[in-house]
């Protein structure tokens, strides 16, 4: 259904009991369509069984009389016309012929009562209730539009108010009082009908506000969630290269070592540097530089498998978590890597190579930074020995005091303080 926007007039005419706006007023009818035909369709069922009613109390009044067979012609008549009523207005959705299709059955049952009351010579008190309760009917129990309604109602109760003074032997008294009950019949019917019409009407009206104010909160509220996202992914996202930033990776590390941890799962960490970046950035500018990143986390995201964490620890330096994977697969990811790089920029100016450190997760490891500092270890053997190769680090015998161990304890501190010396090469 749509809503009425806020260009559309919702004015009511007070006259008419319906909105000034033919526009609205259209999306109204269709907005109660349904509704209405339900009401309309119950209405006439009902009505239609006093007619039944009706054709047996008039058998047993007026037997097998001729009286009996106008009767039953005109109540037979009166009970098809309301079927194919119900039927047409069953079928079709559309308002405007469900108009023109009560209006014509009511205009034309309307005109059978009157001609049944002049056969059956009826007594005025039985005609003039039955009359009463048909006017009310059109303005309360059917769904007329207003003036349809007062167009019926006036006609009915006019034409039996001719049949009474020219059919009933009524003094001018009675006559008088009969025009009086008629006139406050249809006067109090159109005074009620015109408010069950206007408040339908602000009833739709309230319902399409409280709509339009609900959609509006949601597109609020929607575009509040997509800007929170947003912020959340800049937040951490490297807003270079896409990679995560450097916060983001230490969590998503502390989280991937718990879980290697709890369910004893292996998980591997890759450091990779840039080989002579600074000379890039030096020889042909910032931008280029900028550049290379872009096009070097890219490559490194295509590579990658979906569950792999790509980071950017700062400058040229990335990490990758390789969740579940050993030392010797960590290594195969690094070499394809970095043949890729290899093979990417060789026809480029700078022709990009990288270094890269590769480490295992420990039983003793106990935070992300473990994993890093081996792997940045590896990744300056690496560098020293010539760049643009993978070297990863193989623990050493868990025995303690033998003399590998010791050895392999005074080599990580000789590289240590091989990566305070030379940090600037990088």
């Given at each position: 259904m749509n809503q009425i926007t806020s260009d559309l007039d919702t004015t009511l005419d007070y006259r008419k009991a319906e909105f000034a706006d033919r526009e609205t007023e259209s999306r109204f009818r269709q907005w109660s369509h349904k509704g209405t035909v339900t009401q309309t369709r119950l209405t006439l069922l009902i009505a239609l069984s006093l007619l039944i009613i009706y054709i047996i109390s008039d058998y047993f009044m007026l037997r097998a009389?001729?009286?009996?067979?106008?009767?039953?012609?005109?109540?037979?008549?009166?009970?098809?016309?309301?079927?194919?009523?119900?039927?047409?207005?069953?079928?079709?959705?559309?308002?405007?012929?469900?108009?023109?299709?009560?209006?014509?059955?009511?205009?034309?049952?309307?005109?059978?009562?009157?001609?049944?009351?002049?056969?059956?010579?009826?007594?005025?008190?039985?005609?003039s209730l039955?009359?009463?309760?048909?006017?009310?009917?059109?303005?309360?129990?059917?769904?007329?539009?207003?003036?349809?309604?007062?167009?019926?109602?006036?006609?009915?109760?006019?034409?039996?108010?001719?049949?009474?003074?020219?059919?009933?032997?009524?003094?001018?008294?009675?006559?008088?009082?009969?025009?009086?009950?008629?006139?406050?019949?249809?006067?109090?019917?159109?005074?009620f009908g015109a408010r069950f019409h206007l408040i339908k009407?602000?009833?739709?009206?309230?319902?399409?506000?409280?709509?339009?104010?609900?959609?509006?909160?949601?597109?609020?509220i929607a575009k509040r969630l997509k800007l929170e996202k947003k912020l959340l992914h800049q937040t951490r996202t490297d807003e270079l290269t896409g990679a995560t930033n450097r916060r983001y990776f230490m969590q998503l590390g502390e989280e991937e070592i718990n879980r290697s941890h709890r369910y004893a799962r292996p998980m591997s960490l890759?450091?990779?540097?840039?080989?002579?970046?600074?000379?890039?950035?030096?020889?042909?500018?910032?931008?280029?530089?900028?550049?290379?990143?872009?096009?070097?986390?890219q490559l490194c995201r295509s590579t990658l498998?979906?569950?792999?964490?790509?980071?950017?620890?700062?400058?040229?330096?990335?990490?990758?978590?390789?969740?579940?994977?050993?030392?010797?697969?960590?290594?195969q990811t690094a070499e394809r890597l970095r043949t890729r790089v290899?093979?990417?920029?060789?026809?480029?100016?700078?022709?990009?190579?990288?270094?890269?450190?590769?480490?295992?997760?420990?039983?003793?490891?106990?935070?992300?930074?473990?994993?890093?500092?081996?792997?940045?270890?590896?990744?300056?053997?690496?560098?020293?020995?010539g760049r643009n190769r993978v070297i990863a680090f193989t623990p050493p015998p868990e025995e303690p005091g033998t003399p590998s161990a010791d050895t392999a304890v005074a080599e990580e501190h000789r590289t240590v303080a091989a990566v305070t010396r030379h940090s600037t090469d990088r």
């Open positions: 009389d001729s009286e009996f067979l106008y009767s039953l012609v005109i109540r037979t008549l009166i009970f098809i016309g309301g079927l194919i009523t119900i039927a047409i207005i069953s079928i079709s959705q559309s308002p405007p012929l469900f108009d023109r299709i009560i209006f014509t059955f009511q205009a034309l049952a309307s005109g059978l009562l009157l001609f049944l009351f002049t056969i059956l010579n009826t007594d005025i008190v039985t005609a039955a009359v009463v309760l048909v006017a009310i009917s059109m303005y309360l129990l059917m769904p007329n539009r207003l003036i349809a309604a007062n167009l019926l109602a006036l006609s009915f109760s006019s034409g039996f108010f001719f049949l009474a003074v020219t059919t009933y032997d009524m003094g001018q008294l009675l006559l008088l009082q009969l025009a009086m009950i008629l006139l406050g019949v249809n006067l109090i019917g159109a005074i009407r602000k009833e739709f009206l309230e319902l399409m506000r409280e709509r339009s104010s609900r959609e509006a909160l949601q597109k609020e890759l450091m990779l540097d840039l080989d002579h970046f600074k000379e890039i950035n030096d020889q042909y500018g910032h931008s280029s530089g900028d550049e290379v990143l872009q096009r070097f986390s498998r979906k569950p792999d964490i790509f980071g950017r620890l700062g400058g040229e330096e990335f990490a990758i978590i390789i969740p579940e994977e050993s030392l010797d697969g960590a290594v290899e093979e990417t920029f060789a026809s480029t100016d700078y022709r990009l190579t990288v270094s890269i450190g590769v480490t295992e997760l420990a039983d003793h490891d106990a935070h992300v930074g473990d994993l890093l500092r081996r792997a940045d270890n590896m990744m300056y053997k690496a560098k020293h020995r």
